[in-house]
Structure formats: structure tokens, C-alpha cells
């Protein structure tokens, strides 16, 4: 069982008070007190609630901190500067169904840097409250350029980029950059110029951590997946929409049925780590690289 310091008592607090009784029922958590910026009752809901100068002097494996955006932010920062930095949990992972947060705790000590060919890892460090650990965020390749990339990462993050050209989308009627790196091009769909685009990937790869890298691919291409399933990574996984009884291959077959059809493979696989198609372990999947189907 994992000690829980709970860190707000407001709106989230009591909207998500249900979600934490559950895995108090379950044995997985128990609460030792509430703290906040603002302290006004000694107990709330029977839980002892303590000044922020106090905590330090609490047993507890993790903080819960119940807010969102800027004020998790701001919160971070001062659970930071009591020196318990890595026992953070944003609430939001308490709402991934039957999620093991020993598990999840692993993955926020052991700095998983994740590569992808889409913004599926964005996703996922957002998810899950984590600092972007690679510079692979906000932005895609076609898949024979990432084939290319995966077999020399290093040879890749090593180059400097280049703007190769803008290209201007209809729909929102704005441009983003297409760089060059050595010899592929990276379209960073998410970023107004080549300066913003250059300075995130500059700052982001240096925090990756070459100890522990998951890769993860999406492709339509049968001969790409089984090219992906050669690479030698340890952890890895490709979203295919196809039948496939390749270990590292996951199926999402399901988008072509009814008013899925309607969507883009891409959606699907975004949508999977969304909430929208969750079928998936994604804690178990960046712990050991083994993908737990929790949907059929």
C-alpha cells in the first residue's frame, strides 16, 4: 500500500474524492492527511489536514496534488522545493482505469524517454504528468524517414536542423516548418516557425535518456510494421490496423467498423491513449514493453 499525502482540498478535491476512496477500498492507497495553501479545517472527510510546513515531517510515499494547469504548476514547484520532487502524481492518473500506481511510480522514476511518429507521445507525457524526455513531441514523420531515424537515433539528435520549407495548412490558414535533419525531414505541425521548432527540439533532447527509451510506431504498411519489428529496442510497440500475431505489433483493427470508418488511422491511435479507444496498459507498456489488451 502506498502512503498518500493529498495536496489541495478544493473543486477537484471534492469532485474526485470518490476516485480516491476507490483505491483506498481497494488497499492500494492510504491517505495520511490534506494539505493546501489554505488550511481552514483541521479534518475534511476524516482526513487530518496539515500547514505545508508540517508535511515534511509526514511518512508518505507520494503526493496527489488535485488541480489542473497553471496551479499544478505552481503547486509542483513548492512540493519541489520541500525536496519530494519525485513522488509527485498529478490526480488525473487516478482516472486511467485500474491503473498500478507502484507501476506508475517506476515509470516517473526511471525517465522514460519515448520516440514516435506522431504526437501519441505528447499525449502520453501528458497523460501521465511526466516532463517531456525527448525532443520527438509536436510533430511527425513519414515512416520511411522514421525507420531511419530508429536505426541511428543518436546520428539524428546529433545534427542540426535546417528549415527545409513552410507549408501552410487550409484549415487553420497557418504555415509550420519542415526541417532537415542529415537526410529525413521533420514536419513540426505544431510550431508557428523554424526558430520555435529548432529551440524545443534543442532544449528537449537534451534530457533524453539513452537508459531507458520506448519506441512506439503507427503505420498502414505491413512491410514498415515488420521492418519496425526487427529494430532492436527492448521496449517498443507498433499500432497496426491489421490481424498480426507480431509480439511487438498491437492490432487496432476495430477503426473500420461503423462510424469509425469515418476517421483517420491516426485518430484512432491518438485516441487510444486519449481515453476515447483506450484498449491498453499504457503503465504496464513503458514499465516492461509488454502491451496488455484491457479491451477486445
Not at 474526485?16 to 495520511?32: D, F, M, Q, R, W
Not at 513519414?142 to 501552410?168: A, G, M, R, V
Not at 491516426?266 to 496488455?292: A, H, R
Amino acid at each position: 500500500m502506498l502512503k498518500c499525502l493529498i495536496w489541495g482540498n478544493g473543486r477537484i478535491f471534492h469532485q474526485y474524492i470518490n476516485t480516491i476512496k476507490y483505491y483506498e477500498n481497494l488497499g492500494e492507497i492510504g491517505i495520511v492527511g490534506i494539505s493546501s495553501n489554505m488550511v481552514i479545517f483541521d479534518n475534511i472527510l476524516g482526513y487530518k489536514c496539515y500547514n505545508p510546513e508540517r508535511v515534511t515531517s509526514l511518512t508518505f510515499d507520494v503526493v496527489i496534488v488535485m488541480a489542473d494547469d497553471n496551479l499544478f504548476i505552481e503547486i509542483k514547484k513548492e512540493i519541489e522545493k520541500l525536496g519530494i520532487d519525485k513522488k509527485i502524481v498529478p490526480y488525473k492518473v487516478l482516472t486511467i482505469p485500474k491503473v498500478d500506481l507502484k507501476k506508475y511510480m517506476e515509470v516517473i522514476n526511471n525517465n522514460v524517454s519515448i520516440f514516435a511518429n506522431n504526437c501519441w507521445g505528447g499525449l502520453v507525457y501528458h497523460r501521465l504528468g511526466l516532463q517531456f524526455r525527448s525532443p520527438l513531441i509536436n510533430m511527425f514523420f513519414h515512416d520511411e524517414d522514421y525507420l531511419k531515424f530508429l536505426n541511428n537515433p543518436q546520428k539524428y539528435i546529433n545534427t542540426k536542423l535546417s528549415l527545409k520549407k513552410e507549408c501552410f495548412v487550409e484549415e487553420t490558414q497557418k504555415s509550420y516548418p519542415i526541417c532537415k535533419c542529415d537526410d529525413i525531414l521533420l514536419y513540426f505541425n505544431h510550431s508557428e516557425s523554424f526558430e520555435e521548432a529548432n529551440n524545443t527540439w534543442e532544449k528537449r533532447k537534451k534530457r533524453i535518456n539513452w537508459d531507458n527509451i520506448f519506441v512506439m510506431m503507427y503505420t498502414e504498411n505491413k512491410d514498415v510494421a515488420l521492418d519496425f519489428s526487427k529494430l532492436p529496442y527492448s521496449k517498443k510497440v507498433c499500432f497496426v490496423p491489421f490481424q498480426t500475431d507480431i509480439e511487438s505489433l498491437f492490432s487496432l483493427d476495430f477503426y473500420e467498423k461503423d462510424e469509425l470508418s469515418k476517421l483517420e488511422f491516426w485518430q484512432i491511435v491518438n485516441g487510444s491513449i486519449s481515453g476515447m479507444f483506450e484498449c491498453y496498459d499504457l503503465v504496464e507498456l513503458l514499465c516492461s514493453g509488454k502491451i496488455l489488451r484491457t479491451a477486445e
